[in-house]
Protein backbone atom coordinates (compact mmCIF):
# COMPACT_ATOMS: atom_id res chain seq x y z
CA UNK A 1 0.00 0.00 0.00
CA UNK A 2 1.72 3.53 -0.92
CA UNK A 3 -0.11 6.74 1.05
CA UNK A 4 -0.60 10.29 -1.11
CA UNK A 5 -1.07 13.32 1.15
CA UNK A 6 -2.70 16.12 0.62
CA UNK A 7 -4.48 19.00 1.67
CA UNK A 8 -1.67 21.26 2.97
CA UNK A 9 -0.96 24.97 2.54
CA UNK A 10 -0.17 28.33 3.88
CA UNK A 11 -2.32 29.14 7.07
CA UNK A 12 -2.02 32.46 9.82
CA UNK A 13 -1.34 31.42 13.56
CA UNK A 14 -4.32 30.42 15.11
CA UNK A 15 -5.77 28.57 11.63
CA UNK A 16 -6.83 24.84 10.69
CA UNK A 17 -6.08 22.63 8.14
CA UNK A 18 -7.33 19.44 7.57
CA UNK A 19 -4.96 16.77 5.98
CA UNK A 20 -5.81 13.82 4.28
CA UNK A 21 -4.13 10.51 3.32
CA UNK A 22 -5.41 8.53 0.82
CA UNK A 23 -4.30 4.81 0.36
CA UNK A 24 -3.76 3.18 -2.79
CA UNK A 25 -5.08 -0.29 -1.72
CA UNK A 26 -7.35 -1.67 1.86
CA UNK A 27 -6.20 -0.07 4.61
CA UNK A 28 -8.40 -2.73 6.46
CA UNK A 29 -5.92 -4.55 7.68
CA UNK A 30 -3.36 -2.29 8.77
CA UNK A 31 -3.71 -2.58 12.41
CA UNK A 32 -1.94 1.34 13.60
CA UNK A 33 -1.33 4.33 11.15
CA UNK A 34 0.22 7.48 11.90
CA UNK A 35 1.07 10.76 10.63
CA UNK A 36 4.81 12.35 11.25
CA UNK A 37 5.92 15.64 9.95
CA UNK A 38 9.45 16.68 9.38
CA UNK A 39 11.30 20.20 9.46
CA UNK A 40 14.25 20.66 7.14
CA UNK A 41 17.57 19.21 8.90
CA UNK A 42 15.55 17.43 10.93
CA UNK A 43 14.35 13.88 11.47
CA UNK A 44 10.67 12.61 10.40
CA UNK A 45 8.71 12.85 14.13
CA UNK A 46 5.72 10.32 14.73
CA UNK A 47 3.31 12.85 15.62
CA UNK A 48 0.02 10.89 16.03
CA UNK A 49 -0.77 7.14 15.64
CA UNK A 50 -3.71 5.48 15.39
CA UNK A 51 -5.41 1.67 15.35
CA UNK A 52 -8.44 -0.06 14.35
CA UNK A 53 -10.01 0.33 16.95
CA UNK A 54 -9.95 3.90 17.38
CA UNK A 55 -6.65 3.43 19.85
CA UNK A 56 -4.84 6.74 19.65
CA UNK A 57 -1.72 8.45 20.55
CA UNK A 58 -0.68 12.38 20.28
CA UNK A 59 3.09 13.85 21.00
CA UNK A 60 2.19 16.29 23.79
CA UNK A 61 3.12 19.12 21.48
CA UNK A 62 0.01 18.33 19.44
CA UNK A 63 -2.35 16.89 21.93
CA UNK A 64 -5.79 18.93 22.26
CA UNK A 65 -5.03 20.64 18.89
CA UNK A 66 -5.08 17.72 15.86
CA UNK A 67 -7.63 15.38 15.70
CA UNK A 68 -6.52 11.66 13.54
CA UNK A 69 -8.88 9.56 12.11
CA UNK A 70 -9.46 6.73 9.76
CA UNK A 71 -12.09 5.64 7.59
CA UNK A 72 -11.40 1.81 6.39
CA UNK A 73 -13.90 1.79 4.09
CA UNK A 74 -12.85 5.02 2.05
CA UNK A 75 -9.16 3.54 2.53
CA UNK A 76 -8.04 7.19 3.97
CA UNK A 77 -6.49 8.89 6.94
CA UNK A 78 -6.92 12.45 8.15
CA UNK A 79 -5.58 14.61 10.47
CA UNK A 80 -7.42 17.85 11.31
CA UNK A 81 -5.29 20.17 13.12
CA UNK A 82 -6.34 23.46 15.26
CA UNK A 83 -4.65 26.01 16.42
CA UNK A 84 -1.91 25.81 14.51
CA UNK A 85 1.47 27.48 15.59
CA UNK A 86 5.12 28.63 13.93
CA UNK A 87 6.34 24.98 15.20
CA UNK A 88 3.46 23.43 13.35
CA UNK A 89 5.38 23.92 10.07
CA UNK A 90 6.34 21.05 8.37
CA UNK A 91 6.16 18.78 5.61
CA UNK A 92 3.54 16.14 6.76
CA UNK A 93 3.19 12.26 6.01
CA UNK A 94 1.02 9.37 6.69
CA UNK A 95 2.73 5.83 6.72
CA UNK A 96 2.29 2.79 8.70
CA UNK A 97 2.48 3.28 12.49
CA UNK A 98 6.46 2.71 13.79
CA UNK A 99 7.86 4.47 16.55
CA UNK A 100 7.05 5.44 20.08
CA UNK A 101 4.97 8.25 21.56
CA UNK A 102 5.44 8.18 25.32
CA UNK A 103 4.73 4.62 26.59
CA UNK A 104 3.51 3.12 23.34
CA UNK A 105 5.70 1.65 20.65
CA UNK A 106 4.44 0.47 17.10
CA UNK A 107 6.32 -2.00 15.18
CA UNK A 108 4.63 -1.78 11.97
CA UNK A 109 6.62 -1.72 8.51
CA UNK A 110 6.82 1.32 6.66
CA UNK A 111 6.18 1.32 3.05
CA UNK A 112 7.82 3.59 0.80
CA UNK A 113 7.52 7.10 1.90
CA UNK A 114 5.24 9.72 0.11
CA UNK A 115 6.13 13.13 -1.45
CA UNK A 116 4.38 14.47 2.00
CA UNK A 117 2.27 18.02 1.96
CA UNK A 118 3.57 21.00 3.27
CA UNK A 119 2.20 23.38 6.20
CA UNK A 120 3.61 26.52 6.52
CA UNK A 121 2.41 28.52 9.59
CA UNK A 122 3.01 32.00 8.90
CA UNK A 123 1.64 35.59 9.09
Known amino acids: VQFVESGGGLVQPGGSLRLSCAAS????????LAWYRQVAGNERELVAG???????KYVPSVKGRFTISRDNDKNMVYLQMNNLNYDDTAVYYC??????????????????WGQGTLVTVAP
Open 50 to 56: ITNRGWI
Open 25 to 32: GSIRSIES
Open 95 to 112: NVARGTIGGTTWHGDLTT
